[in-house]
């Protein structure tokens, strides 16, 4: 359970988060301090038998049937860009 | 002037809603300069739901002020961030707004909060930070920050806020105003844009008991647009709320009397305590043996949460996109590393950490046990006690910037209000005097109830007899 190698950029990099050097700096010695006090946990002597899967009020589902949505004028009124009524986006296939 | 006096002014007819909302408007006018409580406010759209307020209804002419981060259609949605400012506007109403208006009340102002509800302080906005009104150096609390000060404030009658883990009841602490979280499910989080969905509900924040409980009679109710919704009968909260506290058993958890807390807060909170026990409560001392680690619990599920939920803002459909990305990765790099605060990158890359291979057993599911075993602290002690009295922070208001380079200092702060959200039971602040604190002569003190699961009716008749104690 040691954080103490905590990779900052490269956990920024799987958040889609494009740190700057200083904010790598500053974030290594802050998240440092919190995951020691995180790690106090790992002490604990936590009974075997505890049941993670007894939360009923997430389990809940409702019928799979087919709602009013968003208009689609409402939806592209915040779109950052936007094109023949649909939203657009940076070449996504890269070039061969 | 409580919601409940004003609603009798309008059925006396010595004034009307439209008048209401443009005083309220001279106010934020002449007062919000300093406090900065609003983040925005449409008047022209309040008049408009106000002209056609139907006085007889529950919040019948009533304006009620809106934390940034709850969808109301056509309106801005900032969440306290630069990803949203200027660039988003709500394309629906949540579940909450449809409730209120359904209930005759008039949304009016957007308040200001910490970035995607992240916070202690407002200090986390990145639009603009709010002082408390009762002293203008010092922190209004968070991440509701904006909502308490606009009600101590006389800005607002009352406001909309959300707790995740204790950002309405902290800050009306703070403010001196009253503070609810309810029970996890009894109000739709439908429209509340997600921090941490297993531990986020909104909730009223106002100037007395009375105005929680009928602003909390139009919200809550089962919503099938959120499935963590109960679908529970929702009881008359003022049907039981003058009952009193005569033969209902109080406990005192000592883990919450530490020698951690400024002495100020134990004394009012301990004075309040003595009240209710001589309005007939038995005092019965408690122990929560899992108290000194819901902070730490807290901050592994509460980041996991939010660096799942946050990925939606990627600069694709809404807000930022920036301008210097050269292809759709790129994009999703640069439109978040543009968009968001130092406290929601912290957290994002903390709850990315504690979900990798390698640490999730060690981090999230371990905190997962701790939750359920702090949920189990809570469960049993409400087999012997019909609430539980506790402080609501360890101290009052801090100077602003004081914990600007040590977000664990602020998160510390937050351990008594955590488990509540953690075991997904309601509870309350209610203001509880002043005290002395490090150069200030009189800043709020609140006192903490909390109920059993679904038990607001019985929160709310001993907060009643606690605002009553503390008036004395």
């Known amino acids: ?96 | 002037m409580t919601l409940t006096a004003l609603r009798q002014q309008f059925l006396n007819g010595e004034t009307t809603p439209t008048k209401i909302i443009e005083d309220l408007a001279g106010k934020i006018k002449a007062r919000d300069e300093t406090t900065k409580a609003f983040v925005s406010y449409n008047i022209e759209r309040s008049l408009e739901i106000a002209g056609k307020a139907d006085i007889s209804k529950p919040l019948g002419g009533l304006p009620i002020a809106i934390k940034d981060n709850i969808n109301t259609f056509g309106q801005p949605c900032t969440c306290g961030s630069n990803f949203l400012n200027k660039s988003y506007v709500s394309p629906y109403d949540a579940t909450v707004i449809k409730k209120l208006l359904n209930a005759g009340a008039v949304p009016f102002g957007r308040t200001n909060m910490d970035e995607f509800a992240m916070g202690s302080a407002t200090e986390n906005s990145a639009i603009q930070l709010t002082r408390n009104p009762r002293d203008p150096e010092r922190i209004a609390g968070g991440s509701s920050g904006g909502s308490a000060a606009a009600v101590a404030d006389g800005t607002a009658f009352a406001a909309l806020g959300s707790d995740t883990g204790g950002s309405i009841r902290q800050p009306a602490s703070h403010c001196g105003v009253v503070g609810l979280k309810p029970t996890y499910g009894r109000v739709s989080r439908y429209g509340l844009v997600a921090f941490a969905s297993s531990l986020d509900q909104i909730g009223p924040l106002t100037l007395s008991v009375d105005d929680s409980a009928l602003i909390l009679q139009a919200i809550a109710g089962h919503d099938s647009r959120d499935t963590s919704s109960l679908d529970a009968p929702v009881p008359d909260y003022a049907a039981t709320i003058n009952d009193g506290v005569e033969g209902l058993t109080l406990g005192i958890p000592e883990e919450y009397f530490s020698d951690g807390i400024h002495s100020g807060v134990r004394k009012n909170v301990e004075q309040c305590i003595q009240q209710l026990e001589r309005q007939g409560a038995k005092i019965l001392p408690i122990s929560l043996p899992y108290t000194s680690h819901v902070v730490a619990a807290y901050y592994v599920i509460a980041p996991a949460e939010a660096s799942s939920n946050l990925s939606r803002f990627d600069g694709i459909r809404y807000g930022n996109r920036s301008k210097n990305a050269s292809d759709i990765i790129d994009v999703y790099h640069q439109s978040r590393e543009e968009g968001f605060g130092p406290e929601v990158k912290r957290r994002i890359i903390l709850g990315t950490y504690v979900l990798s291979s390698g640490y999730y057993d060690a981090f999230y599911t371990r905190a997962q046990k701790v939750r359920k075993l702090i949920t189990r602290d809570f469960t049993q002690a409400f087999e012997k006690v019909d609430a539980i009295i506790s402080p609501v922070t360890p101290a009052p208001a801090r100077r602003i910037g004081a914990c600007a380079d040590d977000p664990l200092q602020d998160y510390l702060s937050d351990i008594f209000t955590i488990g509540a959200n953690l075991a997904g039971i309601p509870a309350i602040s209610v203001p509880c005097g002043t005290t002395a604190y490090d150069g200030a002569p009189a800043l709020p003190v609140g006192v903490q109830i909390l109920a059993p699961h679904l038990g607001e009716p019985m929160m709310l008749r001993v907060a009643k007899a606690a605002e009553g104690a503390s008036l004395h």
């Open chain 1, 1 to 96: 359970m040691s954080h103490e190698h905590i990779d900052v950029r490269y956990v920024a990099k799987l958040a889609r988060l494009d740190l700057t050097d200083d904010e790598v700096k500053t974030f290594q010695s802050q998240l440092e301090s919190i995951l020691g006090h995180v790690e106090t946990l790992s002490a604990l002597d936590l009974p075997d038998n505890l049941d993670l899967d007894g939360n009923d009020t997430l389990a809940m589902m409702r019928d799979d049937q087919p709602l009013p949505s968003l208009a689609p004028e409402l939806v592209l009124q915040n779109a950052p860009d936007q094109a023949q009524s649909q939203i657009r986006v940076p070449k996504v296939v890269a070039d061969a």
